[in-house]
């Protein structure tokens, strides 16, 4: 595929100028052929927990472990799945995010437990919804007060 990208633009402007506009025939944009290529499911083994998602809904936050290259660290060669060491419960709930653009925080999980597993996941508590938003925010409250007492 990086072959491939490398000698487009070489392609496209060469075809510049000299093709007529009404045959013109561009080769597929890198992006389109890959959004082809990458829309394909993935397994996600979470602690021997699986979850089944589309490569194009993970891309959707770039910006984070699952959305970006870097969750090629965990995945097997072999068998494609990527597998995380990491909480399951909590897990659903990155997954959410991303199925649905939606943070929510589950009630009955600590506070600092869910951070932890945002953070390692590279997803900013701040995209929260409104729905749990509140709740999240007393909660993170109450825990460094405790934490403080301590
Ligand atoms: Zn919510």
């Excluded at 909590?90 to 009630?107: C, S």
Aim: hydrophobic share 35%; with cysteine; glycine share 4%.
């Amino acid at each position: 595929m990086a072959s491939v990208a490398a000698w487009l633009p070489f392609a496209r402007a060469a075809a510049i100028g000299w093709v007529p506009v009404a045959q013109r025939a561009f080769p597929k944009s890198p992006i389109s052929q890959d959004s082809k290529k990458t829309d394909e499911k993935l397994l996600i083994n979470v602690s021997g927990r699986r979850f089944e998602t589309w490569r194009n809904t993970l891309e959707k936050f770039p910006d984070t472990l699952l959305g970006s290259n870097e969750r090629e660290f965990f995945q097997d060669e072999d068998t494609k799945e990527i597998f995380f060491d990491r909480d399951p419960d909590i897990f659903r709930h990155v997954l959410t995010y991303y199925r649905t653009g939606k943070l929510h925080y589950p009630r009955h999980e600590c506070v600092q437990a869910y951070d932890e597993e945002l953070s390692f996941f590279g997803i900013l508590p701040d995209v929260m919804s409104d729905c749990c938003f509140e709740e999240y925010k007393d909660k993170k409250r109450d825990n460094a007060e405790r934490l403080l007492d301590d």
